[in-house]
């Protein structure tokens, strides 16, 4: 029935010439657009068919998003898309490539990183509607707006924090990226003090990968207190905390037993057991197989 109301409502948009009607029809659509449809695509059984598809849906949320400019929902439903896409469909399906091509690898991870920045200067557009001149001030003083923001900010700062972090990540050894880095983890570390166990523990997934990249000591026994906080949240319904640990501190620690016991109890989570988080399951079970295959490359 939704799918229904959203295909008239874009056809009505599509007809009409009069700019208030036309308006208010871009706005209804907006809102169906940026209200929550993402549950058609997380709980999909084929991860590349949501590949394939999820470009075209993108374009059209741009397209609509050009004809409500002060519309603040669809600005976070591009951002968190845009840093969705780039992480699954273009930044993982490079990293399978980086043993056998690693020219691949880093045109892979170049073009993700134009994926982030557009994700995160729409998180800055919204921002900046909801906290009028956010963008300059952000650049300007980052520590000081942040002090500003309030936990109604945190789904904002959170998409922002991770598509500067993805962004930055993809070349460290750009001083700029570097700078940026520096920046998000900051935002993401003030999403932390203002709602920590927000959406499920969605921060503590990022801050798992996070806090051993961090200057400041203690980055481990941190990230083990997220990685703690995920599960207990979620109830080991979700593998990606699971890869996060194993990669962010098993991994730099050279801990091989505890990186595959980290990755099998990735592979036990049931995909069909919980269809909301299909998805992202699926992705982090990927991304299992592929680093247990490759043990020998990751371990001296």
């Known amino acids: 029935m939704r799918h229904l109301r959203l295909l008239l409502l874009l056809a009505l948009a599509a007809s009409l010439t009069g700019?208030?009607?036309k308006q208010i029809a871009l706005n209804a659509v907006a809102d169906e657009?940026?209200?929550?449809?993402?549950?058609?695509?997380?709980?999909?059984?084929?991860?590349?068919?949501?590949?394939?598809?999820?470009?075209?849906?993108?374009k059209l949320m741009e397209g609509i998003n050009g004809g409500v400019p002060e519309h603040v929902g669809m600005k976070l439903t591009l951002a968190?898309?845009?840093v969705s896409y780039g992480v699954v469909f273009v930044e993982w399906p490079g990293e399978q490539q980086k043993y056998d091509d690693f020219d691949a690898y880093r045109a892979a991870q170049k073009r993700?990183?134009?994926?982030?920045?557009?994700?995160?200067?729409?998180?800055?557009?919204?921002?900046?509607?909801?906290?009028p001149d956010f963008r300059a001030q952000y650049a300007a003083d980052a520590d000081a707006v942040l002090a500003k923001m309030t936990a109604e900010d945190v789904p904002y700062l959170f998409w922002?924090?991770?598509?500067?972090?993805?962004?930055?990540?993809?070349?460290l050894e750009d001083p700029e990226m570097f700078g940026l880095f520096a920046v998000a983890a900051s935002a993401m570390k003030r999403c932390f003090?203002?709602?920590?166990?927000?959406?499920?523990?969605?921060?503590?997934?990022?801050?798992i990968?996070?806090?051993?990249?961090?200057?400041?000591?203690?980055?481990k026994e941190r990230s083990k207190a997220h990685y703690d906080r995920a599960r207990e949240i979620q109830g080991d319904?979700?593998?990606?905390?699971?890869?996060?640990?194993?990669?962010a501190v098993a991994l730099k620690n050279q801990d091989k037993e505890l990186f595959v016991e980290l990755l099998d109890k990735a592979l036990s989570v049931d995909l069909e057991a919980h269809p909301d988080d299909r998805l992202a399951n699926d992705y982090a079970q990927q991304k299992a197989r592929f680093l247990l295959e490759h043990l020998d490359d990751l371990f001296l």
């Open 19 to 21: 700019c208030s009607i």
């Open 33 to 58: 657009l940026s209200g929550g449809t993402g549950g058609t695509f997380s709980q999909d059984e084929d991860l590349q068919f949501v590949g394939e598809s999820l470009p075209f849906a993108l």
């Open 80 to 82: 968190s898309g845009f």
């Open 112 to 131: 993700a990183g134009g994926f982030y920045r557009r994700a995160a200067n729409y998180a800055l557009d919204a921002l900046d509607l909801r906290h």
């Open 160 to 171: 922002l924090a991770a598509a500067q972090i993805s962004q930055a990540s993809t070349d």
């Open 193 to 207: 003090e203002l709602d920590p166990d927000w959406e499920d523990g969605a921060i503590h997934e990022i801050l």
């Open 209 to 219: 990968s996070l806090e051993p990249s961090l200057p400041m000591p203690g980055g």
């Open 237 to 247: 319904r979700k593998a990606g905390p699971h890869v996060s640990y194993a990669t």
